[in-house]
């Protein structure tokens, strides 16, 4: 489990807003992105591509993995993968490194696929991870296990890295993701012209206090025409998508390497649909929603069924009054802007673009009913209350064993525990609860569905089931 943990923290990720907001009024409070070219693909070999590929370069030992972890049970593993990967979980790839030493890395289902109901499902973002724990003692000790001198050299490799980046990917808050820490701090220690490592920064790193984000669901990229919560990344998503790479691709053939097989990725992705909702519809409380929706939601999240369109709609955060702290951090005014200087200046800006904006998307709503926990923190455990912000819970937690799915509130089944984080002794449980009254923690903003009867509320949440 530790050596699966400790992989986990180097991939860069992608979080969801869920919001429906009105039509402004008076100044501009939506900014519409537009649709850019794309590379093609072909889908089938975006898969292998994805199930089979080398494209993270790193990784710890196989000896070593099968000491630790070892084979998967049958429901984990992924059919179409070949050789030494077939009997892996979903998430583990194995590589071989430029020096012979046989290799297990992530690979992009770390973070975009789950487990529900003992099933894989590829491309539905994975919340239940646990990113509070320092690992970079473990990968040191890890070096114990290993004796063959070509697999202990990319282990030192993969430890360094281990090393100098978790300080800043140390969450403190199970359930988060730590990408947006994780891309500034990879950026800091590489040449931005060759690609090149270096043990120390050579950009003054990113805070270490981690901004939590949620993982949104693949299935929706087919209708995006840019990436992130803040719409942030632009051009070219292959090039963005294989950015992923950052932290073992040190050289600039390699990346263009890499960057090959990635339109077929893409490929891919947009050939995935959303799980229908499994349990049975009142369809008369549907068609009542459908209108709810029409009336509420549906100018910024799009409309739904055949003949739907999506506007691709960026909301100010002075509008939707979700917590800025995200927004703000990649904003034009923001010190951290060197960052977005140092992708754009850069091989991956070649073709991709990072555009600052002080705002979130109102994403598609595609397989909503998968998605929880909702808005771009992960700080809202169900779409019930979402749609009434009054009830909202300031301080939560939830089983991380399993999900615990509540048909009737459409998210997570989850505990308050009111204002039980202050007076939580035990560590371990205290890392558990959700607490929204810290800084890019927050729940608050988004209170459109407020002002709904609750016999509206419960029609839209029976129309929400069917996206």
Not at 425 to 446: L, V
Request: proline share 7%; charged share 20%.
């Amino acid at each position: 489990m530790h050596a699966r943990r400790a992989q986990v923290l180097f991939f860069l990720t992608v979080g969801a807003l869920l919001g429906c907001a009105p039509a402004p009024s008076g100044t501009a409070t939506t900014l519409a992105v537009a649709a850019e070219a794309q590379r093609e693909g072909d889908a089938a070999k975006g898969y292998d591509a994805l199930v089979n590929g080398e494209y993270v370069t790193c990784g710890i030992p196989e000896s070593l993995f099968a000491k630790t972890i070892g084979e998967a049970p049958e429901n984990l593993r992924l059919p179409g993968r070949t050789g030494r990967n077939e009997k892996l979980r979903y998430d583990y790839t194995a590589i071989t490194a430029a020096n012979g030493a046989k290799l297990v890395s992530v690979n992009c289902l770390t973070c975009h696929a789950a487990v529900r109901d003992g099933k894989v499902v590829v491309g539905l973002g994975e919340s239940q991870s646990d990113y509070t724990t320092d690992l970079a003692p473990f990968a040191e000790a890890a070096g114990q296990l290993v004796s063959d001198p070509a697999e202990k050299a990319e282990w030192r490799r993969w430890a360094d890295r281990v090393v100098t980046v978790q300080p800043y990917i140390l969450a403190d808050t199970m359930g988060v993701n730590v990408a947006d820490n994780l891309a500034p701090i990879l950026f800091s220690h590489r040449d931005q012209k060759t690609l090149s490592w270096s043990a120390r920064p050579l950009l003054d790193p990113p805070p270490t206090q981690v901004v939590p984000v949620d993982v949104p669901p693949w299935w929706n990229l087919k209708k995006k025409n840019s990436m992130f919560h803040t719409a942030l990344g632009r051009g070219d998503q292959s090039r963005i998508m294989m950015s992923a790479a950052l932290l073992c691709t040190d050289e600039l053939a390699q990346a263009k390497a890499i960057d090959q097989s990635f339109p077929d990725v893409r490929a891919y992705l947009l050939s995935l649909k959303p799980p229908a909702y499994p349990y049975p519809l009142d369809a008369a409380l549907v068609a009542t929603g459908h209108q709810v929706f029409d009336q509420t939601c549906a100018r910024c999240h799009g409309t739904y069924g055949e003949g739907g369109s999506y506007p691709n709609l960026v909301v100010v955060t002075e509008e939707v009054g979700t917590d800025p702290t995200l927004a703000l951090a990649t904003s034009a005014a923001s010190p951290t802007r060197r960052f977005n200087d140092w992708f754009n200046g850069s091989f991956y800006g070649e073709r991709a673009r990072l555009v600052t904006t002080v705002g979130y998307v109102a994403p598609p709503l595609d397989g909503l009913w998968a998605t929880a926990p909702y808005f771009h923190n992960g700080s809202v455990p169900t779409v019930a209350d979402v749609l009434d912000s009054t009830h909202r819970p300031a301080f939560w937690t939830r089983d991380f064993t399993t999900y615990d799915f509540d048909r009737d509130r459409l998210g997570f089944r989850f505990t308050d525990v009111g204002h039980g984080k202050s007076d939580e002794s035990d560590a371990s449980k205290r890392r558990a609860i959700y607490d929204t009254t810290r800084p890019g923690y927050g729940n608050h903003g988004h209170t459109y569905g407020d002002a709904l009867s609750p016999a509206e509320k419960a029609a839209l949440l029976e129309y929400l089931k069917t996206l």
